[in-house]
């Protein structure tokens, strides 16, 4: 499993965004996962009014539409859903069973700003992921921007 993390991203919630509808143009599916509910209904807020000329499908992971549509939200990333290529990790932490998950996406994406509690935060995800024997990717956005 591939693990990327942006980091220097000047807004989180933005720069998600622009990731979902960057892999929904590559006809991707994505899981959206955060154990904050306020955090998750800030995100699907958020795709609605991004940008005013694309639209991103999504529903909540237990909503009827869920199997007929290609972004699902969810407060627990083990929720009965149809797999995803990628899981959008907005979460604090590591999302729970690293090793199921990776029999159900092929990607682990987390974006990070500037935010200094939000960086101590990721670096201790990276940690973790580097601890359960994975190679996560550092992407600096601030020097892709440059």
């Known amino acids: ?73 969810t407060l627990d990333a083990h929720a009965p859903a149809p797999a995803c290529d990628l899981l959008l990790n907005l979460d604090d932490g590591v999302p729970p069973d690293l090793a199921a998950l990776s029999q159900r996406h092929e990607r682990i994406i987390e974006v990070v700003s500037r935010d200094e509690a939000d960086r101590a935060g990721a670096r201790a995800r990276f940690r973790a992921y580097r601890d359960a024997g994975l190679a996560p990717n550092h992407i600096d956005t601030a020097q892709a921007a440059a």
Not at 22 to 51: E, Q, Y
Not at 56 to 66: E, I
Request: a positive charge.
């Open 1 to 73: 499993m591939r693990i990327d993390f942006y980091f220097n991203v000047e807004d989180r919630m933005q720069y998600a965004c622009r990731l979902v509808r960057k892999a929904r143009a590559a006809d991707k599916t994505v899981l959206v996962f955060a154990t904050d509910a306020a955090r998750l209904a800030r995100f699907d807020a958020a795709l609605w009014i991004f940008s005013a000329l694309d639209f991103v499908p999504h529903v909540y992971a237990d909503s009827p539409l869920a199997a007929r549509t290609p972004v699902l939200l």
